[in-house]
Structures are given as structure tokens and as C-alpha cells.
């Protein structure tokens, strides 16, 4: 039994979880000690708040958002255009509800009302199908176009933000139709409805990865693309698959952002989220080159980014300073991850574990 | 006539391995005083190895290395300049945007008051070209001149800043046509002359015959032997490059195949002026149950451009392929293994393994393929038909969760062969099965070939390896220049074929 512990701790210790955990862990005894405010969780109206449900509402689209990154990333690809991606859907969604929308006589008082013309769930479909096709367009670049992933979405990462604004004709347009805020702000037995979503959608994505052969296709392509291809599989369609698949995420990520701040705007809806979403998944350890990957990591890749954000927010540095406190996140990630520093802190960990060996 | 005392370079008993793969055993070179001396053999026969331990790319794990009588270790190719050894690879890898005086002069500027002295430098340059009866002008941009010139402006720069005892032309004709050859090696003529002893590696034996002196042959990592080149007929070169020895392969042994059997066999695999531009000119190829088709001929003469093309790799632009009477008219690989027809590709780390999967999911992946993106194999039906092929082929690991990068090329091989065999092909084309691989690994895997061939399937079987050819073949179809040039019956002698290879029968 003793031989076992340490054989259990290096299992551990080598798990694609493990440093994830070790920097959420990290942040969360941070706040612990030095704002015990941070983890109170208290009910009003029925719903439960807190700095916690904070962290987990604001991170639900950029969750969406690295589970369809991992996908891309592990084939040896990148999405840069899911930022734009969600305003497109976001802005598809706001023009829809637009009252406005086919008639002629416009008033204000249209405009703030509380209707829409167009059914709930063509809105929706609308939202979805925008992302989706932007991904496909993405995959067909990349898988029938042979151009680099990242000059292929550079390309809609772009102009996705100026069709978003061709959309909302150049406004940030503000929604006022209730139904559609569920999304970003509703609530179901106190949790909020978007954690629900992430859910479903992590499910979704672990189901076609691992209970259908597209996981294991997927690693392949990025590992060895050329090899795969020799054995009978068409790397084509799964390039063409991942991409259209971060796009359908980056839709519902729209979705859920256009709702929580109740408007569409083409210049800052997502901004960023390209990148967040890279760093999501780098921080749960998929390599960029391909290969194997991790969705549950990932999702906890951004629970970490937004959990360090909110900290930030707690101890009361400035908002524009945040973006130089997320540097200094990734620069100890970069440096957690680096091969380097793994052997030296396996090296040490090792040393004190033989060492508590002999004294046994 | 040169002494023996006139050696200026001697390597003995170089050995070098890498992970899984001897690379060099026991080799011995020698390389005389103003003598040009042609280092032939097949891919993976150890030449590059030799030349990467010479120039010191490579350190050798035993041997020894003399240069003018004095044992040297030659810790870095920049060292190996510093002591005279220069190299001129393949490809030209100068600048082509910058004039021909600075790629020749490159890193080594004459200064003048803390800058460049343009005039000097241009001055050596043009000297430095003059030793090369080379008379061009040396301030234009390196890239105005043909790859010919190019490859003389290397061969300057390498002469130029080491005052270079030997010179190693690794292909340096490649790329040449006749004439420029011809040139390369009057210039080549004219060096030995000066005494400096020059290392030439190419596949062109035409070459090697009218240029060399001596020819020293390597294969699989082993020297065959070192010859004076006028006493070394063609025909026997060749065999020895592609090795006629027997070794202990013995235990392999195979059924003939008879022409009346074949009357009653069925054609699995008929291609009929199968054939791509710039690939493989059109043939006619037949392969019948049970049967074990070998081919031979030496490197780039169309081996591979044949398997792609029955693969589906490579898509024909002339001519039919038949399946079990069944047209192919969509080229693909999984359209090929949907057929029955599987390739184990020649180039195992690039075209065959996914080196950070694991065992099992490499050994899953064909048939998983095949099976589409919806019937997933679940885990305990991987497992078994991983332990299955492990035991059956014999792979030495742990365990089927082990990640293929870290087995040995034989063990690699194998899993690709397991990849394939489990889905069950009727056809199964073998670009180089046995490349890379150790003695033992080779014979367990041509008795495998034929075991399949009795089993009911048919094999491609291709290799540089002649005898291993013969001995697992029961016809063997001839390449030379991209073209088939004959079949023979499987019980057919070296000789034949050795002959038709080169093109002297």
C-alpha cells in the first residue's frame, strides 16, 4: 500500500487536470485569505449571488467559446474570428427582434416596446445558423481552400465585425423584448440559465467526441494529418467539422452576450474573445501544435481566466488595469506550462518524495 | 600512382546508432590524396549518417577518425570547416538576393577603417571563382545566374574560406542537366589535380562511373565494400547496393506459384495503362488470390509512384484499375480500403504513424475509418483487437496504451501492418516494409507476407532489397526510369533482373 502512494501521486501529478486545478486552487486560497468576502453566496429573489455565480455567469460564453477552440486547436488549426462570429449573432439577433423590422412607419415607440414580430425561436435559429455558417465558411478556407487557419480567419475576424455592423446598419442597437433576456439573465432553480446552456453544450461536445469516432479522428489530424490520411480518413471533413463547430459555440456564446447586456454592438461584442479563448485552452493544456486535447479542461482554462478576473475586481483594481493583470496571468502560465519548469518542479517534487521515503 | 601513405582522410570502425535503428556499423572509409571517390547505396544504406559524423552533425558512438595521419574528433560543422572538411549539400543553400562576391564572402568580409572594403572583397570573390575557370560578374545578385553557376558559387565559398583539404558533394548533380554535369565535373578533375581529395555521394551511377576513382558502397549501415571503379563492373555494383548475400533469413520460404494455379485463381486487382504524368508512365498489371508480386528496381524509378496510384493517393489520368471486376472510378484511400486495398506507405514516420497516439488507437484507426463516424468501436472491442494484432505480430510493449513514437521503426512497422489487417484487406500493398528495420524484425515480417498470401489475400511487395524481393515473390514486375520494364516468374535469377534494372539486357 505504501509502494502505491507515490506511484498515485505521480498519476496525479501527470493528469492533464492537474495544473488547471493547481491555478484555480491558487487564485481561489488568494481570495480566501485576503478577501473573505468572496466566496458568500446568498439568495435574493429566489435566485442565488455571490462572487462565485459571478464568476460562473460571466465565463458561460467564453466556456462555450474554448470548447469549440479546443476542437479547432487540436486538429493544429486556430479560430481567430469567433469574436466576430459572436457579434454577427448577436447583431442577427437584435435586428430580428426589431420591431421595426419590415415595417415602414417607424416610431419610438416601437422601438421600446416590449414585442417583437419574429417567433422566439427563429430567433434563435437565426443567432445559430449565422455562427454556423461563419464556421463553415471558416472550415472551407482552411480544409478545401489549404490556407493557413490563421490567415484563413483572419480574414472573416475582420470583416465579421463590419458585416455585424452592416447588420445593425452602423448602431448599437438595444433589444427591449423580455423573453430573450432569459438567456444572459434568467435564472432556473436559482442558477442561472446560461450555466445550463454551457452544460448542454459541453455534453453535446463530449458525445461527439468521445461516444463517436470524431474524438479520435480529430487527434489523429492533428498529430499526424498526412498519416491519417493514408488511413482512409478525410482530414478535410474534420477540419471542415471543428470549424463549423467553434462557430455554432461562438453563436450561442452571441447569444447569451447580446442578452446579458440587452443590445447588439458590432464594434464590442466579444471583443477579445478570440484570444481569451486560445488562452482558455492553453491553460488546460492543449498543446497549439494538436493533438491531444481536454474539453473539461479548457472550460476550467476559462473558469480560471474569469475566477482571476472577478478577484481582480474584488480587491478594487481599476478596470483598466486588468488587462495588465491578465498579462501577468499569462506569463505565469506560459512559465507553469513551459517544459522547462515542469522537470524542474517534477525534479523537486520527486526529490521530496524519495526523501519522505527514506525517512518511512 | 597514389601511395598508401597518401591517405588524407581514414574513418575506422564508425558505428552510430539511433533510437531502434543501427545506423552505422563498424563502416571503414578511406579517402586518398587528389583522389574523387563515390559513396553509392540505397536510401537509409548509412551514406548521410557518414557524412553528418564527418563533418560533425553527428558524433559516432565508437570509431575513430584520422585526417592527415592525426586523430581528430570533429565536434561541430563549423569545427569540421575549420580543419578542411567543406560541404556542398543537394540543395544550393545560399542567398539568392544578395551579389555573388557577398554569398562567397559571407562572414568572411575583408575590412577596411571599421567597414566592408567592397573592392577587396569583390577581388577575392572573382580569385576565388577563377580557381574554377569561372570568369562571371561578381557584384550582380547571386540569383541572375543558372543553378549551375549556383552550384559552382558554393563550391567557391566552400573552397574560399577553408582552404578545404577535402570536399564533400552530397547530389551535387541533381539538378543539373548533361552539360552542366559535365562541367561540375571538369571542375571536379581539376580540384583532384590540386590534390584535394573530394567525397562524391550520388544516385546517378552513369555518374559515378565517369568521375570516380574508387567507389566505397554502403548498405543498411554496413560497409559492402570499397572498389577501384575500373575493375567494378556495373551490373555487379548494383548488386551489390541492393545485396544478394544470404543472411539469416533462411527459415523464409515459399510455395511457387505455378502458371497452371494461376489459371484457376481469381484476378483480385487488374490495372490496365495505369498511369500519371510526371509519375509513372502507363502499365499493365495483374494480381491474382494467393499471390505475392514483388517490385523491383532502384530508387526513382517509379516503386512508390505505383503504390500511391493503386492506393488511390495519387489519382491516374490515363487508364482503368479493376477491383474484383469492379471498375474504380474514384480515387481516394478510403474509397481503396472500402475495395480491400491497404498501403503500408514507404515513408513510416510521415505517411504512416500518429506517433503521439497510443498502440491501440493507431492499430484502431483504419477500421475505425472504414466504419464511419458513427459506429464507434467502444473501448473493450479496442482493446481486443489490439492485444489481438500485439500477439499476432509480436510487438513488444507494455502495453497497448504505450504511445507509438516511443516503439522501435520494427515495432512501428508492425503497428501500421496491424492497422491494416484489421480491416481485412483482399489486397495489401507493402511500399518498403522492412526499411529501417533489424534482421529479425525482417524476416518475421516477410514470413507474415507470405503467410497472407496463403491465407487467401495478395500481397504488393516492394523493395530495394532484391534478394528479399525473390524471396518472398512469386512474380516480379521490373522498374527503371518510371516505366515497368518486365515481369518475371518468382523463381527468376538475380542476375536477370539485376540486368533489366540497369538497363543492359
Redesign the interface.
Known sequence: MKNNKPALLKRIRESRLFWPLVALALILITDAIFAPGFFKIGILNGHLYGNLIDVFNNSAPLMLVAIGMTLVIATGGVDLSVGAVIAISAAMGAVLINPALGNKLITNDILTADTTNTPLWLIILADLGAGTLCGLWNGFLVSRGKIQPMVATLILMVAGRGIAQLITNGQIMTIYYTPYFYFGNGYILGIPVSIYIVAIVFLLAWFLVR????G??I??VG??A?????????EKNVKLFVYTFCGFCAAIAGLILSSYVHSADGNNNGLNYELDAILAVVIGGTLMAG??FSLFASVLGALIIWTFTITMYTFGVPANALLAGRAVLVLVVILLYSDYTRRFLNRFLERRGSRHGATN | MTTTDDFILSMKDISKSFPGVDALEGVNFSLKRGEIHGLVGENGAGKSTLIKVLTGVEHPDIGTIELDGKLIQVRSPQHSQEIGISTVYQEVNLCTNISVAENIMLGYEPHRFGSIDWKKLNALAKNALKRLDIDIDVTQPLGNYPVATQQMVAIARSLEITSAKILILDEPTSSLDVNEANQLFDRMRKLKSEGIGIIFITHFLDQVYQVSDRITVLRNGKLVGTYDTASLPRVELIAKMLGRSITDLDEVSKAKFTGEQKEGKKCLLEAKGLGRAGSIDPFDMQLFANEVVGVAGLLGSGRTEIANLLFGVDTPDTGTLTLNEQKVDHFSPLESLENGIALCPEDRKAEGIVGDLTIRENIILALQARYGYFKYLRTQEQYEIAEKYIQLLGISTPSPDQLVKNLSGGNQQKVILARWLATNPQVLILDEPTKGIDVGAKAEIQKLVLDLAEEGKSCIFISSELEEVLRTSHRVVVLRDRKKVAEYPGDVDDQTIIQTMAGTL
Open positions: 461516444k463517436t469516432s470524431i479520435l479522428f487527434e489523429s498529430v499526424n498526412k498519416a491519417t490520411y493514408y488511413s482512409g480518413i478525410s493533438g491531444r
